[in-house]
C-alpha cells in the first residue's frame, strides 16, 4: 500500500468517527454497534433485549442520518454485511451478528 493511502485511510475513519452514535449504558460484555433503522421492529428487539439483559451498547438510526453520513455509513455497513440488511451488529470490530438472532446475541452478553 502506498503511503499516502494510509493517510487517506486515517482520515475516513477520523470521519466516520464524528457520526452520531447513541449510548446506552450497561456492563460491558464487549464493544457493540447496533446498525439500525428507528422503524424496524427487529431493531428494537435487539436494542431491548440488551438493554434487558445490562449490557452497554452504541447505536446508529442509518434513516436518521444526514445524507453525507448516510453514504458513510452504508458502506461501513455493506463490508460486513453485503446485502445492507438491519439490524447488523458489530462485536468487538471482528464479528458480525446480522439479523436478530436472539442465541447470539445472549452469547455476547454472557463475555
Not at 457520526?19 to 460491558?28: C, F, I, L, N
Not at 453485503?82 to 451478528?97: A, H, L, N, Y
Request: proline share 3%; aromatic share 10%.
Amino acid at each position: 500500500m502506498e503511503r499516502g493511502s494510509y493517510a487517506r485511510q486515517a482520515a475516513r475513519r477520523k470521519e466516520y468517527a464524528a457520526v452520531k452514535k447513541t449510548h446506552v449504558d450497561g456492563r460491558h460484555a464487549a464493544d457493540v454497534l447496533i446498525y439500525a433503522l428507528s422503524t424496524c421492529g427487529w431493531c428494537r428487539k435487539t436494542k431491548e433485549l440488551l438493554k434487558e439483559l445490562g449490557v452497554e451498547y452504541d447505536y446508529i438510526d442509518v434513516d436518521a442520518l444526514e445524507p453525507d453520513d448516510y453514504e458513510q455509513v452504508k458502506a461501513e455497513i455493506q463490508k460486513w454485511n453485503p446485502m445492507g440488511s438491519f439490524p447488523t451488529i458489530i462485536v468487538d470490530d471482528r464479528e458480525c451478528i446480522i439479523g436478530f438472532q436472539e442465541d447470539k446475541i445472549r452469547s455476547v452478553a454472557e463475555r
